[in-house]
């Protein structure tokens, strides 16, 4: 069966500090990956979404980025954290793009302080 | 128009009762629908997938109504374990990912 990783669960991090969050499938090949943020009290907000290795496209522009160097293993980073960058970030996986349900990972609590 | 809309509640039900959410969206070419269920502090879990005629597991029924471009779903019997925040999701205009809604949260009481 297919699993998720995501990790560290939780993170208390500085303003200006760099991130990494990383996040790896296992079970299935050729997934499609996801990076949400959901605000407190807010929606999930897609970031990043990638079809295939070194295939990220990113849906709201904002000192995030992600990579996908294997392919199952996604990776959100940042170099410079701000204030409004605290927020529930969440992983997913699904089969097919667009028609398949996403399957999320335990999610990392980020708190910028 | 937001892509998703949903009534953000509270719901507050008795055990036993039943209840319906509903959920709005906006893209007529939508074509996956999906009811996810999240816990506090916890990740969105794929609750149950909504198909064109209608579908039902145990408890919970969905319905797609497209013409008015709404989908529902319905809890019988509420039980304690169903307080949750319910979320309607729906294929995004692009169509490479899901785009959800807020959320309805739903509290059920003894």
């Known amino acids: 069966s297919q699993t998720i990783h995501q990790w560290p669960a939780t993170l208390v991090q500085p303003v200006g500090s760099p991130l990494s969050l990383e996040c790896t499938v296992e079970g299935t090949s050729n997934p499609n990956l996801y990076w949400y943020r959901q605000a407190a009290g807010r929606g999930l907000q897609l970031l990043f979404y990638?079809?295939?290795?070194?295939?990220i496209s990113s849906e709201v522009p904002q000192n995030l980025s992600a990579s996908r160097p294997q392919d199952r293993q996604f990776i959100l980073s940042s170099k410079k954290l701000l204030l409004s960058d605290s927020g529930f970030y969440l992983c997913?996986?699904?089969?097919?793009?667009?028609?398949?349900?996403?399957?999320f990972g335990n999610g990392t609590r980020l708190t910028v302080t | 128009r937001k892509e998703v809309e949903q009534d953000p509640g509270p719901f507050n039900v008795p055990e036993g009762a039943t209840v319906a959410f509903n959920c709005t969206y906006s893209n007529s070419a939508s074509q996956s629908f999906f009811w996810y269920r999240q816990d506090c502090r916890k990740e969105p879990k794929l609750l149950m997938s909504?198909?064109?005629s209608g579908n039902e597991d145990g408890r919970f029924t969905a319905q797609l109504n497209r013409a008015s471009q709404y989908i529902s779903l319905l809890i019988r019997d509420s039980k304690l374990s169903d307080s949750a925040t319910y979320l309607c999701v729906v294929n995004t205009n692009s169509g490479y990912a899901l785009n959800f809604g807020k959320g309805t949260s739903l509290l059920v009481t003894p």
């Open positions: 997913a996986w699904s089969v097919l793009t667009g028609s398949s349900p996403l399957h």
């Open positions: 990638s079809v295939g290795i070194g295939q």
């Open positions: 909504v198909y064109s």
